[in-house]
C-alpha cells in the first residue's frame, strides 16, 4: 500500500524500486506528501517537489531501459541547506543568504544525484551551522516531533529541540518526512541531533566528503556525512557522498571502500576502549545507563571491553570555542554586500559603511558573537595565547586518541549528556549551550570518524544516542561497532504523530 | 583576561560588524564570559608541543599550470559570477564610491 513508502528505509526503497515492487515516483509522491503536511514541523526553508519527481521519473526510465539505477537508486532526501544547490536558493539559514541562488552544484549534493537520489527540498539548520538546537536559523526554529512524557507517560505539550546545527536534517528523518538526509558535523552537528531524534548519523574521517560547495563555517573541521534510519542506509549513504575532489585541498586522494558490502557485526576480537574521562561528575544516571547497555552489547557480539584515557578530554569544548570561532570570523568575512548575498547601503554611506551595515543586518546574534570572539583571539597580542595555545592542546587532543587506539580498535561513549531539552531552556546562556557538544568535540578536533546510533527512549520517553569513534579513515570498524549495537538495542520506536 | 566596553567596541570595528552602544554593552559580559571559560586552557602544560596545523595529515596538491584546468573553477563565467550580485554594472560588482 501507498501509505507504507514513508516507513521505508534507503535500501528497503532501492530494492522495492530496482524489483519493480513500486515505482520512484510513487515513492517520491509518498515523500512530498508528508513534507507537504509537517509545515509545524519547520524543518524545511524550501520544498522541491518537482525535483523530487523529476529525479525519480529519471530513475523509472533506467530502469523501463534496463540500466543500473545507482546507490541511492530511487531514494529522495533532504539536503541540508548549507551546500550549494544549482538553482535552488542556498542560504545557511541566514538573512545574509537569503535570495542566494547558486550557479554551480555542491560536489556531495552532485554525487548524490549521479547516484539516483532526488531532491524533496533544503533543510532548516542553525544559522551558519552554529548551534545545538536549531534555535538560530533566521528562518525559524525546527521543532523536533518527539514529546517528553510526563510521570504516568502521558505525552506533553513542551516543543523540544532537534539538536543542532542538522537539526532540519534530524527532525525531517524522525517525523518520516524523508528517508535520509545529509548533514554536516564541525562540531558535533550530525551526531547531537542524530541522538536526540533516536536517527542514525555518521561524521567521517575530516576529508571524505568534499567541502566545495558547502558553505563554510570552521575549515580545518567541517565534515559532511549522511543521516538515516539506520546503520546500513548511513553505509550506503556515505559511500555515495565520499570521494577524491580535485577543487578541495583537504580532500582525502584516497579510494571510497565498499563499506556497505563490509558491513559486519562480529564483534570477535575487536577490542573497545571506553575512556574514563567521559565519566563526568555528576553525569545523568539514564545517560550512564545507556553506556553501560552499549558494553554490554558490545561484549555479547564478542568484542574486548578495555579502560581507556584521554586525559585532555577537559580541554576540548574550551579549545573548540577558540578554533572554529577564530575560523569562522575568517571564513565569514567574505560577506561583504558586494560580490552575493545582502547589501545594507545606507544613504550616503560608503564602503566601509556599507561593510558594517550588510553584517550587521545579515548576521544572527550567535553568528555575530562567534565572530566577535574569533576575531579578538586572532587580534595582534592574542594570537598566541588564545589561538596558537588552543592549537597545540588541539594536538595533545589528537595525541590522546593515537595513544587511546594503541589498546583498542574503536570507543565507545555517549553521545551528548542528555536527551532532548526543550527550546528556550539554554538560548539565554551560550555556556550552557556549548557544553551539550562535550562528548562530540574532541573526535572532531582529532578528524576521527564518529557517529551515533540509537541506544533506547529514557523514563520520559525520549532517545538517547550511543556514539562510536574509530580511527582515522576506519568508517567500517565504526560502522560495524554501530551495527552491532543496532542489532541489540532493537530501536522501533517513532514519535507519535501531533503535526 | 577580559574585554571593556571599548574593547568590544574596536573588535566590531575590526570584524565590521556596526553595532549600538546599547549592543556593545550587552556584549561585554557574554565575551568576557566565554573568554574567562577558555582561560582554562592555560592550564595545559604544552611545552615542547606545535600547534596543530593539519589534522590529517596531507599535502597540498599542484595543479598543471595551465588556463581553465578545472573548468569549474577556471574562467569564462563572468555571468554566472555576477549573477548573485547585489549591485552588478558592465561585467564588474558595484560599490559606492571609495575615493574622498
Known sequence: ?499 | MSVDKATVAKIASLARIRMTDAEVEAMVPELNQILGWVEQLGEVDCAGIEPMTAVIPNTLRLRDDVVDADPLTGGGVREKVLANAPAAEHGFFGVPKVIE
Open chain 1, 1 to 499: 500500500m501507498m501509505s507504507n513508502l514513508t516507513e521505508l528505509t534507503v535500501a528497503a526503497i532501492r530494492k522495492g524500486v530496482a524489483d519493480g515492487d513500486f515505482t520512484a515516483v510513487e515513492v517520491a509522491e509518498a515523500f512530498n506528501g508528508n513534507v507537504a503536511a509537517a509545515d509545524a514541523l519547520n524543518a524545511f526553508i524550501v520544498a522541491t517537489p518537482e525535483k523530487a519527481i523529476a529525479a525519480a521519473e529519471a530513475v523509472d526510465a533506467k530502469r523501463a531501459k534496463g540500466e543500473s539505477l545507482g546507490k541511492m537508486g530511487g531514494v529522495p532526501i533532504g539536503m541540508k541547506d548549507l551546500f550549494a544547490t544549482d538553482g535552488v536558493q542556498t542560504t545557511a539559514a541566514s538573512h545574509m543568504l537569503e535570495g542566494f541562488v547558486p550557479q554551480y552544484e555542491s560536489t556531495v549534493s552532485q554525487k548524490l544525484w549521479d547516484a539516483g537520489a532526488g531532491m524533496l527540498g533544503k533543510l532548516n539548520l542553525d544559522q551558519f551551522a552554529m548551534g545545538s538546537s536549531n534555535e538560530t536559523s533566521y528562518f525559524g526554529n525546527v521543532i523536533s516531533p518527539w514529546r517528553r512524557n510526563d510521570a504516568n507517560g502521558v505525552p506533553g505539550n513542551a516543543a523540544l529541540a532537534p539538536g543542532g546545527s542538522s537539526g532540519g536534517s534530524s527532525s525531517a528523518i524522525a517525523a518520516r518526512l524523508c528517508p535520509a538526509a545529509t548533514g554536516t558535523d564541525t562540531g558535533g552537528s550530525i551526531r547531537q541531533p542524530a541522538a536526540f531524534t533516536g536517527i542514525t548519523g555518521i561524521k567521517p574521517t575530516y576529508g571524505r566528503c568534499s567541502r566545495w560547495g558547502v558553505v563554510a563555517f570552521a575549515s580545518s573541521l567541517d565534515q559532511a556525512g549522511p543521516m538515516a534510519r539506520d546503520v546500513t542506509d548511513c553505509a550506503i549513504m556515505l559511500e555515495a557522498m565520499a570521494g577524491f575532489d580535485p577543487k578541495d585541498s583537504t580532500s582525502l586522494d584516497m579510494p571510497v571502500p565498499a563499506w556497505e558490502a563490509g558491513l559486519n557485526p562480529d564483534m570477535k576480537g575487536k577490542k573497545v576502549g571506553i575512556p574514563r574521562e567521559y565519566r563526568m561528575d555528576g553525569m545523568d544516571d539514564e545517560i550512564a545507563k545507556s553506556w553501560d547497555d552499549g558494553i554490554a552489547w558490545l561484549k555479547d557480539a564478542g568484542a574486548q571491553v578495555v579502560d581507556i584515557s584521554l586525559p585532555h578530554t577537559k580541554y576540548a569544548l574550551p579549545a573548540y570555542y577558540i578554533i572554529a570561532p577564530a575560523e569562522a570570523s575568517s571564513n565569514l568575512a567574505r560577506y561583504d554586500g558586494v560580490r552575493y548575498g545582502l547589501r545594507d547601503l545606507p544613504e550616503g554611506a560608503g564602503l566601509q559603511d556599507m561593510y558594517a551595515a550588510t553584517r550587521a543586518d545579515g548576521f544572527g546574534a550567535e553568528v555575530k558573537r562567534r565572530i566577535m570572539i574569533g576575531t579578538y583571539v586572532l587580534s595582534a597580542g592574542f594570537y598566541d595565547a588564545y589561538y596558537n595555545q588552543a592549537q597545540r592542546v588541539r594536538a595533545l587532543i589528537a595525541r590522546d586518541f593515537e595513544q587511546a587506539f594503541e589498546q583498542c580498535d574503536v570507543i565507545l561513549a555517549p553521545t551528548c549528556p542528555s536527551a532532548a531539552f526543550a527550546l528556550g531552556d539554554k538560548t539565554s546562556d551560550p555556556l550552557s549551550m556549548y557544553l551539550n557538544d562535550v562528548f562530540a568535540v574532541p573526535a572532531s578536533l582529532a578528524g576521527l570518524p564518529a557517529m551515533s546510533v540509537p541506544a533506547g527512549l529514557n523514563s520520559e520517553g525520549l532517545p538517547l544516542g550511543l556514539q562510536i569513534i574509530g580511527r582515522a579513515f576506519d568508517e567500517q570498524g565504526v560502522l560495524n561497532a554501530g551495527l552491532a549495537i543496532e542489532q541489540r538495542a532493537g530501536f522501533t520506536a517513532k514519535p507519535e504523530k501531533w503535526w
